[in-house]
């Protein structure tokens, strides 16, 4: 779908307005709350009519600029679109295109302030896929004709996150196309245990070259850099 800039702009507008709606709303007692929905049927009335507001300006932005984005959730890939975002809780909600809810923790401070990183929760992985996925993006990262330093932070807020089973949906700094997806979901998919020898964990990451094993696990990542 097409929009031109100002029509885009004018979507926004919208959309501003009906947050300003949703806070006030918001801002009244359980009470009022109770007496507005006991006013109006289920589907005319106003948190019906402001949520839906919000996920229909939002999604038709979504579709005009392209922001339906591709991650992995439940084992596989799937396209998401961010319904809300709640700055003050660090989270928003979204949907996949299996029409299910899923709540992404965001990052929004220095560069990333108007435009937040997003991260999806991922099912519980051993330490070994942690680091295995850290390893393929810091190769990623790399291959890009970009300075360290551009995409140093985004890194170690990805880092951070993966370690806490979440991954990032939308990189500023990262091309995330379906082969690189792949790539992860073979990673998310593997159960094994963690290597019982260097031989092994020199076959998964070869950039350790032949330093201790432990010693790697402890400095993520980049242990070829360090001094072991």
Known sequence: MLLSNNEQKSLKEVLKRYEQIEDIYNSFSQNTKDIILDYHNYEGSLPYSIHWGLTAITELLAMATGKFMKTIYNNKIVEVNVIQINYEENCAKATTNDEEYVTLLIY?????????????????????????????YEEWYGNTDQNTTDWALEFVVFVRNILINHLIINPKYLELDEYLLMEVLDIIKLERELPQSIDAAESMFPSCNGCDYHECFDVLPGCSEQSC
């Open 108 to 136: 929004t401070y220095y560069e990333f302030a108007e435009e937040p990183l997003l991260f999806m929760p991922l099912p519980e992985i051993q330490d070994i896929q942690k680091l295995a996925m850290i390893h393929k």
